[in-house]
């Protein structure tokens, strides 16, 4: 058994790998203003999560510590033995990864789909057994195969995790990634592509998990395009463009109106914040500042 961590330990030993990581920094000063405004209720219209791999030098008993603290409800992209440390914080896995192949080889090829439907059989009872929405599922990256081929295969393979997520009432989302500066030949690149996989399988239980840093470099539009395909998105993602990092006024987007828009769609699900924080920033800080922005 794990011994507890205090929230007042937890932040700080958070701030001090970070300081390890940034020779330097003043995390001291900054940690008190963290803690002197992290209790702040938060609105209620956006459900907060934060990706686990922007934080992987942190254990992850003090990351749920500090995002609970901070009003966040959940630890996005987590694999099933993680389960239990989230759950004894409270929190919860909005979106659950480890599917085999990872982004790569995924649904578009289909020598790959045995292996990926496998992984949903033995892994969609977990997840809903532990009350968590999502897994996390990818289309793979081209190697020369036109659109076409790819959504049919993609659809087939969709089709099959189709029966077995409608069975145990968990979503399976297709994520939506940039191929032009982090996933190079990735097919799954526009949103346009993702729905159209979509509306051929034809299921509730099949959405798209839509990054909006990936969209902005993509495809920009991206209030217009929640709005005009609302109903197939299951998920968001976060980002500041370019560099992704923080989702402040160093970089293009305007999360807050994002975000706005998001609720405006009567959207009931989690965005997760996926940005790394800049070096010698304070993460404590930075993961704050993220949640006040995005809490419209």
């Known amino acids: 058994m794990s011994t507890p961590i205090s929230r007042r330990s937890a932040l700080r030993q958070l701030v001090g790998s970070a300081a390890t990581l940034s020779a330097g920094a003043a995390w001291s000063a ?8 992290a209790s702040e209720p938060r609105k209620g219209n956006i459900n907060h999560s934060v990706c686990r791999w922007c934080y992987k030098e942190f254990s992850l008993d003090n990351l749920c510590v500090v995002a609970k603290e901070i009003g966040i409800k959940s630890i996005d992209l987590l694999g099933v033995s993680e389960f239990a440390t989230v759950k004894k914080h409270g929190l919860i896995c909005a979106m659950v990864t480890g599917v085999p192949g990872g982004i790569p080889n995924g649904l578009n ?25 999502n897994i996390i599922c990818f289309s793979g990256n081209r190697r020369g195969q036109v659109s076409e081929e790819g959504i049919k295969n993609c659809v087939l393979g969709m089709k099959r995790i189709a029966r077995i997520v409608e069975k145990h009432g968990v979503t399976a989302c297709m994520e939506l990634l940039n191929s032009k500066v982090d996933h190079h030949d990735y097919q799954c690149d526009h949103t346009a592509w993702g729905v159209e996989v979509l509306k051929q399988v034809g299921s509730s239980r099949c959405k798209l ?18 709005r005009d395909y609302h ?29 706005r828009a998001i609720v405006g769609i009567g959207y009931k699900g989690w965005v997760a914040q996926e940005f790394l924080p800049s070096r010698g920033h304070n993460p404590v800080i930075s993961l704050k500042q993220a949640i006040d922005i995005c809490d419209v």
Do not use: C, K, S, W
């Not at 900054?30 to 405004?37: K, N, V």
């Not at 839509?210 to 920009?220: K, V």
């Open 209 to 226: 998990l839509y990054d909006i840093y990936h969209m902005q470099i993509m495809e920009g539009d991206i209030i217009r395009t929640i």
């Open 109 to 133: 090829r289909i020598e790959n789909h045995d292996q990926i439907v496998d992984y949903f059989e033995r892994t969609a009872p977990l997840v809903a057994e532990a009350g968590f929405p």
């Open 30 to 37: 900054r940690l008190g203003a963290a803690e002197a405004t």
């Open 231 to 259: 109903e197939y998105l299951g998920h968001f993602h976060t980002g500041g463009v370019p560099g992704r990092h923080e989702i402040d006024d160093t970089q293009e987007l305007n999360y807050a109106a994002v975000m």
